[in-house]
């Protein structure tokens, strides 16, 4: 779970005007550092199904994010993209 300390440093980094909190770029980043620490939690409890399908959740929501972002503004998906590491 994110602390509000590192879920403000995220916004921090990619928000794209000053009072910008909900963005598909911040959206996107915020649900990537949430299915890395999932995606941690599930190595070592590999039974943990219920968690497995809020995973499932999250990533279906990011690519959701990730494409409307595509559509609309393909230089913000491609700088969002190579920043966070992820395939798309």
Do not use: C
Request: glycine share 4%; charged share 30%.
């Amino acid at each position: 779970m994110l602390t509000n300390q590192e879920k403000q440093q995220i916004i921090d980094t990619y928000k794209t005007h000053e009072n910008d909190n909900g963005s598909p770029q911040v959206q996107i980043a915020i649900l990537t550092e949430k299915i890395a620490r999932l995606t941690d939690h599930l190595k070592e409890n590999r039974k943990d199904f219920h968690s497995r399908r809020g995973l499932i959740k999250m990533v279906s929501q990011r690519k959701k994010h990730l494409a409307y972002l595509k559509r609309i503004d393909q230089e913000a998906f491609a700088d969002v993209v190579s920043k966070l590491g992820i395939r798309a």
